[in-house]
């Protein structure tokens, strides 16, 4: 006898929900480094120097949104197998 679970379409919905959207993490991206080099500039008047630190900040915010993505797959795999072990 089958007995009802949950679909691992369910799971899937419920991650969706809870991570950043990319148009969104763009925005956020975008509107970051802007301030970051025009903030930079004024502080140092070299352009050499603003986008250097642009191009850091760039890197440093693209690590940290890839960390979190992998922290929502390994958060869900952990939910998933949990509620296995229930059944």
């Known amino acids: 006898m ?16 809870m991570a950043l959207p990319f148009r969104t993490f763009f925005r956020v991206l975008v509107l970051v480094l802007c301030s970051n080099a025009v903030t930079v500039y004024f502080a140092s008047h070299s352009v050499r120097l603003a986008i250097v630190t642009t191009l850091a900040c760039s890197l440093l915010l693209q690590m940290v949104y890839f960390a979190s993505l992998l922290f929502l797959v390994w958060r869900s795999n952990c939910a998933c197998r949990e509620r296995v072990k229930k059944d």
Do not use: G
């Open 2 to 17: 089958s007995r009802p679970t949950r679909s691992r379409h369910d799971m899937t919905r419920q991650t969706r929900r």
